[in-house]
Structures are given as structure tokens and as C-alpha cells.
């Protein structure tokens, strides 16, 4: 295992995230305690020494079943993360009961690392809010040493990460992001890389392998990557990329088997950055994947020509962009949470069908037909 550099720590450059770990009978509100207890011991005996759970990994239940894993290891051997869960709006008000819980579940007197869980479109006013007095009492855990480290994880966009960083960075100290070569373009990760860095904030990576896609192919780019390396696996491809982007500190993998653990470890053994070339098929795959008609999307390049035609006044290529994301993933959580955040008047029901947004479309987009699809898909979803 190789190790990253955060202040004066040596974190993994594999940490073990916590939110797919191997249930009993497939129900995953039930995380199966000898399964995560070998996978823990393996783990630790193999080098990994970062841990993240959190208040709602499956239903309540990973910070239990994680914090009785590591209680048998001393602690200061291992790194544990745990976050606010704010994704859901009446947990704001209730931050000192779920830490403290929190701290009971996980057997544990501190956090080395906590973060704002989830900063997204529907949330982000309730984490800029001063008055939940969330921020104070999460600054007054760090002045006690129960939180070594506070950082934040985001799913929301760019403005949206901007927003919380304006508001935090004096207090911020990392950021975690959905990031994988699909992503980079896919959910615009690529604009979250560039203000990380350029602010110095360091960069924690979730769904590195994207639920586990891009551990199954790499979306046709097989043979053209075989010529570089023919013994590395899709999802070693998937590490390599995110491993080769600058200010990546940690990278998290949800592993629900032992032989997942296993290879994933092994893979981590040393930091592998990879070329230039390599890189360019991972990403040509990538967009090939997102824009072909296989995938159920659409090709908006987010021109805007069509918001000045739009009468409802209507966010067209936020709103393509989600559809692009909610038929990809078949579904998800991203789409129907941004759109929460949006009055009803904004929505992609809201659309009339007039389409004078199609006529100056420059892709040629069908946009009150995918508006009507997106509706319904979102109806159906109900």
C-alpha cells in the first residue's frame, strides 16, 4: 500500500468506504458482522488505515457494524470518517444528538475526519444558515479534539461547491467529489478539479469506479488500453485515471466482497500514473459512452442559444443535464435531488411545448420531446 501525505498524516492511497459492505440475505440494512470483520482485519493487516461510514450508510447500520470491526484494533492505527447528514433536511436542528450518537455507534472518542455530508442544490441553504448552528458546534467538537478534520462532500454542482467553500474555506480542509473518467466531463468534475486546486483544498474521491460500471468495462477502450498493460482489469484502469489527477489525496472504494478488497489492495501495492495516451482513450470511451444513443442521452453542449427563446424561462441545459445523468444511471439519487431544490415552475413538466428552444438548438435536440420524457420518467419514479 502506498501512502498520501495530508498535513502530518500518511493516509492510504486506498481508503475503505463503507456504504456497500457484504449483507446478509441481499438486504442492505443488514451488514454482515463476521463478513465486515474479515474484511476490516484484511484490510488493516494489508495497509489500509483510512475508514468512512456515515449516519445513513445502509439504513443506520455501517457505523455500528464498522465502529465494533475496528474496536479491537488500538486507535490510533486507524483513521475513521463519519459525516453530518444533511442530505436530509430535518437532521438540521439535531447536529449535537446525531454527533454524539454517532461517537456511540462507531465506539470511538473522536472522529479523525468529519465532514458536511452531502452538499447539493436542496441543502445548500440550509448549510450556508448560521442560525441551525451547525458550523458553531461542529468548530466547538474540533476545539475539544473530537473532530480532528473537517471537510465536506459534494454532489451538488460546481456553483453549488463554490458557494460552500466561499462561506468555509477558513475551516475547510478537504473535499470530497464524485469523480471517475466518466465524470470528469459527464457531471463537469473537471470544473470542481480546477477550484480545488487552485484553492489548495485537498481532493477526497468517491465512486472512483462509479457504483461499480467501471469495474465491469471500460466502455470499448479495452483493446487500445491492452496495448499499454493487458494484465490490468476495468477497474484498475478506473483507479489509474483518478490517481492521475492532481490534488487527489484519497480515493474511496465501496467493496462489498472479500475478493474485491483483496485486488483492489493489491492494485494500490504502488501509485501507478498513467499516460497521456492512455488517459485520452479512457476519456474518448467516456464521452462515446455518454453521447451515443445507447446511452439514452443527449448531446447538449449547454450553447444556452435555447434559454433566451424559452418563455417559461426555464434552466435548458441544467435541465438536460440531469436527464443525461437520471437515464444514464437508470434512475439515482443526483437528478431528483437537484430538482427538489426547484420550485414547480421550473421543473421540466413546466415545459409548454412550444418549441422555440428546439428551432435555435445547434445539436438539433428535441427539447419539449425529452422535457415530456423527463417528466415522466420523474412521474414514474414517484
Known sequence: MYYNDFKDLKLSGLGLGCMRLPCIDGDDSRPDPQAVQEMVDYAM????????????????????VVGEALSKYDRSSFYLASKFPGYDLSNFGKHEEIFYKQLEKCKTDYF????????????????????????????????EGKIRHLGFSCHGSQETMHRFIMKNFRHIEFCQIQLNYLDLEFQNAKDKVEELNNIGIPIWVMEPLRGGKLAQSCLGGEKLLAKSNPDYTPANWAFGFVESVPGVTMILSGM????????????????????????????TAAHYDTTGKSAGTVPCTACRY????????????????????????????????????????????????????????????????????FAGMLKHAE
Open 45 to 64: 493487516a494489508n495497509g489500509i488505515n483510512y475508514f468512512d461510514t456515515a449516519w445513513g450508510y445502509h439504513a443506520g447500520n455501517s457505523e455500528t
Open 112 to 143: 479523525d475526519f468529519y465532514l458536511y455530508h452531502n452538499v447539493c442544490e436542496l441543502n445548500i441553504d440550509k448549510y450556508l444558515d448560521d442560525s441551525t448552528g451547525l458550523t458553531e458546534f461542529l468548530l466547538k467538537m474540533k476545539e
Open 256 to 283: 462489498s466482497s472479500f475478493e474485491q478488497l483483496k485486488q483492489n489492495i493489491e492494485f494500490f501495492s504502488e501509485k501507478r500514473d498513467l499516460s497521456d495516451d492512455d488517459i485520452a482513450i479512457l476519456l
Open 306 to 373: 435555447c434559454t433566451t427563446k424559452c418563455p417559461m424561462e426555464l434552466d435548458i441545459p441544467r435541465l438536460l443535464a440531469l436527464y443525461n445523468e437520471h437515464a444514464y444511471s437508470e434512475g439515482g439519487f443526483i437528478a431528483p435531488m437537484a430538482l427538489a431544490a426547484l420550485d414547480e415552475s421550473k421543473l421540466p413538466s413546466a415545459c409548454i411545448g412550444c418549441g422555440a428552444c428546439a428551432a435555435v438548438c445547434p445539436q438539433q435536440i428535441d427539447i419539449p420531446g425529452t422535457m415530456s420524457k
